[in-house]
């Protein structure tokens, strides 16, 4: 108790103590707090022990700088009494059950087997009974060990009572008949010694084998052992659902999942092999007991996601067994259609006398089934949708007879899926008609639409349609999926910011999408034949130009895509076209350029920006291949050029695009390249004169209407253009009057620059007319040269260096009064 209190509390009584007894109580106080601090001092220490042991970094905020010395400290024990216990008991049991198995079977001397199986008896017997006396001692441990000694010395006695009295028995039927009563005798002995946990597990493992092995010891057939395999499954099962020692369910329930595994696979082994309808009805029994097993556990299992598990593979399963008797009843082009089925009338099995988990579990089976079926036809769609793409390398080479012609270019027919169709057909039903709201519904109408659409493009291969029919209705697939896609973007919101939106837009994308990809196919299937070519790509070009137009878009992606795909089309129809009037590539150049042209027109009346720039993209493509083809003939190619520079200035004019009038001075001045190329023009000045004209008008322009422009961003490049190249040519032209022409152009740009104080006319032509001087006086400075004794250049350099060395600051001054000058020109 503190002192202050102390001291009123005295005060507060009636009767103060006398000076000796509150002298007492002072040094009792005292003494108290004398204690408390040698306590706290104790605890210092060791949290000082405790924090040097975690690290440094865990050092007080507070306290003394060093550490104080560091005591030895105990050793701390690697393992715990328990475990050491549990290790020494283990492997005390394990030692003695191998030194009773070694005794069994080959030791003690000349002891019979009669003999030594009236010792292991009797040891058996002991070994039973001592973990009774040990359970009421409280040695549950040892007890537990000596009993699992006791468990190895039955099986051994089994054996033993087989060798001395009963070996004329078969081996097989004995061990089975063994199994099952150690299996009863543990079961007996687990329930009246309830203490111990290894008498019931082990009591399960042995009833793993008596219905297998006495199956084998029969003779049996396959299905008999499989059915062995299945029944001892299910008990497990049922073990595992209603034992409530959790021991005996982990090795049940592994015991169910690695027996019904076994059954399993033998059975579906046995569905693959039946020769006919009977064995595979059998084989379908024992799938179909299987099936039950699992479905029956996860009718009872307490946990969902194991029930989930269990549901589905008993789904699985009930399919597999159906579809195995199918299979050996139908033809084999029908076992899929089948398979199918059988899944698809998992669904309506759905009713709420079921539990949550065994429902979803049964429609996830007959998801997995009916993905699988998919799964069959795509290489079919594959070869439908890719092959026509090899009438590129034999274009026009000759009408097929059919549809399957004319998509097995390069690669042979899949027999045995005429049935593809059918599957097709029947998953796409179920997607519409199983989600018919709620989130989920745009993805099923979209894997619906790709699954119908992937319907029809198989279909004429299959049926073996005639050509021209096929074409039609690959065509008429494209308009469909099209008219789909504006339906459903017209209905839609057109918000691709929120969910709902993006949802809402997935099946016109997809749609679009799969409209494109069967006018690919359309258009490499239309390739052999030259009618068929121009007919489907005039057909397709107005199909598409016609969904751009529409008013009905609320998606403006959509409206761009088909008006790319409209122009597209139309440079495709105008190569075609050239190509069946047996023009040349060049000439059809011109033809292309219709494209470009009516792309430039139509771009700003489209209405939104993406559809605009989409047309424009496009039309600049198409421009690019005109290009391409007219790169055969000059002339042809200059007025293709000079004809897209006239669109491209045309497109400038409006007031978003001002910008593309620089590609159409590029494209003016390429044209004008390429006619003086074409009419083997060689001086440089033909080249740059009908640029840099232009440029010193623009930037006259430019600096008439911002004073503070640099003459060098205004003149700079229209000066470079012409003088640079001239400058070049002068030094390899033997005659005099390029050099003429070319001082006297750039004097007059030096005196322009000094007239004007203007720095790039200035510096630009007085470095030309300093050039082109040393050019005309080079001859003789060589004449000179060679006149001069060969000690005089370095006699001049030295003397000219001492010179510069001399004179070296007035010239520093002359330098920075040039910089001075230079500098406040423009």
């Known amino acids: 108790m503190p002192w202050h209190v102390t001291r009123t509390t005295l005060r507060g009584m009636t009767n103060i103590p ?97 003999g030594r199986a009236a010792v292991l008896g009797v040891v058996t017997t002991a070994a039973l009974a001592a973990p009774v006396p040990l359970l009421k001692r409280g040695l549950r441990s040892t007890a537990e060990s000596v009993a699992g000694l006791g468990l190895a010395l039955t099986v051994l006695d089994a054996y033993a009572l087989h060798e001395v009295a009963l070996s004329s028995l078969d081996g097989t039927g004995y061990a089975a008949t063994a199994a099952a009563l150690l299996a009863a005798l543990w079961t007996a002995y687990g329930r009246v010694l309830g203490d111990l946990r290894l008498p019931l597990p082990a009591a399960v493992v042995a009833t793993q084998l008596p219905l297998l092995l006495w199956a084998v010891a029969a003779d049996a057939g396959d299905h008999t052992i499989t059915a062995a395999l299945l029944v001892t499954a299910a008990l497990d099962a049922a073990v595992a659902l209603t034992t409530p020692v959790r021991p005996v369910r982990i090795v049940a329930a592994a015991g169910a999942y690695g027996t019904g595994a076994l059954g399993v696979l033998a059975a579906g082994l046995l569905t693959w092999d039946a020769p006919g309808p009977s064995a595979a009805a059998r084989a379908a029994a024992l799938l179909a007991l299987a099936a039950a097993i699992a479905l029956g556990a996860a009718w009872r299992a307490p946990e969902a996601r194991a029930a989930l598990g269990l549901a589905s593979a008993g789904g699985l399963l009930a399919v597999a067994a159906a579809g195995g008797v199918l299979r050996s009843a139908l033809p084999g082009v029908w076992t899929v259609p089948a398979c199918l089925a059988c899944a698809i009338a998992l669904l309506p099995v759905r009713g709420t006398w079921l539990p949550e988990a065994v429902r979803r579990g049964l429609f996830l089976a007959s998801t997995a089934v009916q993905a699988l079926a998919v799964a069959w036809t795509l290489p079919l769609v594959a070869l439908v949708l890719l092959g026509p793409a090899d009438w590129a390398a034999r274009v026009w080479s000759g009408t097929p007879s059919d549809a399957r012609e004319a998509v097995t270019v390069s690669a042979p027919w899949m027999s045995g899926t005429e049935s593809a169709p059918l599957v097709l057909t029947a998953v796409a039903a179920v997607l519409a008609l199983t989600f018919r709201g709620g989130p989920p519904r745009p993805f099923a109408l979209s894997g619906a639409l790709l699954l119908a659409w992937s319907t029809a ?70 390739l052999a034949s030259e009618a068929a070519t121009l007919t489907v790509l005039g057909s397709l070009t107005a199909v598409f130009a016609s969904a751009a137009v529409l008013p009905r878009w609320k998606h403006p992606h959509v409206r761009a895509v088909t008006t790319a795909a409209a122009l597209a089309y139309a440079t495709a129809l105008a190569c075609a076209t050239g190509a069946s009037l047996d023009w040349r590539p060049q000439h059809i150049a011109l033809l292309v350029l219709v494209v470009p042209a009516v792309a430039a027109v139509l771009a700003p009346r489209l209405g939104d920006r993406t559809t605009t720039v989409s047309a424009e993209i496009t039309g600049a493509v198409a421009g690019l291949l005109a290009i391409g083809l007219a790169t055969a003939d000059l002339p042809v190619l200059a007025l293709v050029l000079a004809l897209c520079g006239v669109i491209a200035a045309g497109t400038a004019v409006r007031a978003d695009r001002r910008r593309v009038g620089h590609a159409a001075a590029a494209l003016f001045v390429l044209a004008t390249w390429v006619r003086l190329a074409a009419w083997e023009v060689g001086a440089p000045e033909a080249y740059t004169l009908p640029v840099t004209v232009p440029a010193l008008l623009l930037g006259y322009v430019r600096r008439s209407r911002d004073a503070e422009a640099s003459s060098w961003t205004a003149y700079g490049p229209g000066l470079s253009v012409t003088l640079l190249p001239s400058l070049l040519a002068v030094w390899g032209d033997a005659n005099w009057l390029r050099p003429l022409l070319l001082g006297a152009a750039a004097l007059a740009v030096t005196l322009v620059g000094v007239r004007h104080r203007l720095r790039a006319p200035l510096i630009l032509g007085g470095a030309t007319l300093l050039l082109t001087a040393l050019h005309e006086l080079a001859p003789y400075i060589a004449q000179a040269m060679g006149a001069v004794p060969r000690w005089a250049p370095p006699a001049l350099a030295g003397l000219l260096l001492l010179t510069l060395g001399a004179t070296y600051e007035q010239r520093l001054r002359d330098a920075r009064r040039l910089r001075d000058t230079l500098s406040k020109l423009r």
Do not use: K
């Open 457 to 526: 493009l198989i279909l004429p291969a299959i049926t073996q349609l005639p050509y021209p029919a096929a074409l039609l209705v690959h065509g008429a697939t494209t308009v469909a999926t099209l008219t789909a896609a504006s339906y459903t973007s017209a209905t839609g919101d057109g918000d691709c910011t929120t969910p709902e939106g993006r949802r809402a837009s997935l099946l016109p994308a997809t749609a679009l999408c799969l409209t494109l990809l069967g006018s690919l196919q359309l258009v490499a299937l239309s």
């Open 18 to 114: 006398p000076p000796a007894e509150e002298l007492r109580i002072l040094d009792h106080e005292l003494w108290q707090l004398d204690a408390r601090r040698a306590q706290l001092l104790a605890r210092r220490t060791w949290l000082l022990d405790v924090l040097r042991s975690a690290g440094p970094q865990t050092a007080p905020a507070h306290g003394p700088a060093t550490w104080p010395p560091r005591g030895p400290r105990p050793p701390r024990p690697e393992a715990t009494a328990p475990g050491v216990q549990n290790v020494l008991l283990v492997l005390g049991g394990v030692l003695l059950t191998i030194a009773a198995i070694a005794f069994t079977l080959v030791s003690w001397g000349d002891m019979g087997i009669a």
